[in-house]
């Protein structure tokens, strides 16, 4: 039952978080994505109006200024997330955030002095974040709304350039598939970035996103050691995980 509810919040998640990329995304399309029917798409954007959390159109939706509610729980756990990830930075690390907006939110969080992040995320620039923590984008194409820096000239950027830390958001996680994304243009920087890392790559992934399998795979699930969730998440798949070598940290809404 808890796996079950998991899944399809965790797909109503996802469903709010294309609208908010994509304003303009169709039924249709938000079906195809997640590999469900159209009437299942209906029945979650009912659910989530009924929330007030979008306002539906003819073929569509878009989410509403007002939405509360379903969403609190997911925001609070993603800034748990966010927080507790900054305390594994230390004095002098250099360390890598990839376009996850989970990810970026640890810039404000870290306490560490003469930190350096490398990112591709491009809101990385107006980002909050402390004196001692300095911010160097790896350049590429723009691609909005994630403003994500992706490409060739992103690539060639990072060949040369290797971080003690790596910290990972992703779309979806699982034990089968490993870290995935909804991007195409996102794997190849992942991988440099997990590739470059010298001590430890820490993956972000709130409950909605565990067990969860996206249309692009970043690494296998035996590349990921260190995984960073919350207490809502499936116990059986993070104990698929955890058979695999998977160090696994879940933070308490208790803790906020």
Same mark, same amino acid.
């Given at each position: 039952?808890?796996?079950?509810?998991?899944?399809?919040?965790?797909?109503?998640?996802?469903?709010?978080?294309?609208?908010?990329?994509?304003?303009?995304?169709?039924?249709?399309?938000?079906?195809?994505?997640?590999?469900?029917?159209?009437?299942?798409?209906?029945?979650?954007?009912?659910?989530?109006?009924?929330?007030?959390?979008?306002?539906?159109?003819?073929?569509?939706?878009?989410?509403?200024?007002?939405?509360?509610?379903?969403?609190?729980?997911?925001?609070?756990?993603?800034?748990?997330?966010?927080?507790? $990830?900054?305390? &594994?930075?230390? *004095?002098?690390?250099? +360390?890598?955030? #990839?376009? !996850?907006?989970?990810?970026?939110? %640890?810039?404000?969080?870290?306490?560490?002095?003469?930190?350096?992040?490398?990112?591709?995320?491009?809101?990385?620039?107006?980002q909050e974040k402390a004196d001692g923590v300095d911010i160097i984008l790896t350049?590429?194409?723009?691609?909005?709304?994630?403003?994500?820096?992706?490409?060739?000239?992103?690539?060639?950027?990072?060949?040369?350039?290797?971080?003690?830390?790596?910290?990972?958001?992703?779309?979806?996680?699982?034990?089968?598939?490993?870290m995935s994304t909804e991007i195409a243009n996102e794997v190849n920087v992942n991988?440099?970035?997990?590739?470059?890392?010298?001590? $430890?790559?820490? &993956?972000?992934? *709130?409950?909605?996103? +565990?067990?969860? #399998?996206? !249309?692009?795979?970043?690494?296998? %699930?035996?590349?990921?050691?260190?995984?960073?969730?919350?207490?809502?998440?499936?116990?059986?798949?993070?104990?698929?995980?955890?058979?695999?070598?998977?160090?696994?940290?879940?933070?308490?809404?208790?803790?906020?």
């Amino acid at each position: 039952m808890k796996r079950e509810r998991a899944y399809v919040e965790g797909r109503r998640q996802q469903v709010l978080d294309m609208l908010q990329r994509n304003p303009q995304i169709r039924v249709d399309e938000l079906a195809e994505r997640l590999g469900v029917s159209v009437v299942t798409i209906r029945r979650d954007l009912q659910f989530l109006e009924e929330k007030k959390q979008i306002t539906r159109f003819y073929g569509g939706a878009r989410v509403s200024k007002e939405a509360d509610g379903y969403m609190d729980d997911v925001t609070i756990y993603r800034d748990l997330i966010a927080r507790y $990830a900054a305390t &594994l930075v230390e *004095d002098g690390d250099t +360390i890598f955030i #990839n376009t !996850s907006r989970n990810a970026l939110n %640890i810039i404000k969080y870290i306490k560490s002095r003469h930190v350096t992040v490398i990112t591709n995320n491009g809101k990385a620039i107006s980002q909050e974040k402390a004196d001692g923590v300095d911010i160097i984008l790896t350049g590429g194409e723009v691609r909005h709304p994630k403003e994500a820096l992706v490409g060739d000239f992103a690539t060639r950027n990072l060949q040369n350039i290797f971080a003690k830390k790596a910290f990972m958001g992703c779309a979806g996680i699982s034990a089968a598939t490993g870290m995935s994304t909804e991007i195409a243009n996102e794997v190849n920087v992942n991988q440099l970035m997990i590739e470059h890392t010298t001590q $430890a790559v820490y &993956l972000l992934a *709130d409950y909605t996103k +565990i067990g969860h #399998n996206s !249309s692009f795979t970043s690494c296998g %699930i035996e590349v990921i050691k260190h995984l960073i969730t919350d207490e809502m998440a499936p116990e059986e798949e993070l104990e698929q995980m955890r058979m695999q070598g998977v160090e696994v940290c879940q933070v308490k809404k208790s803790d906020y």
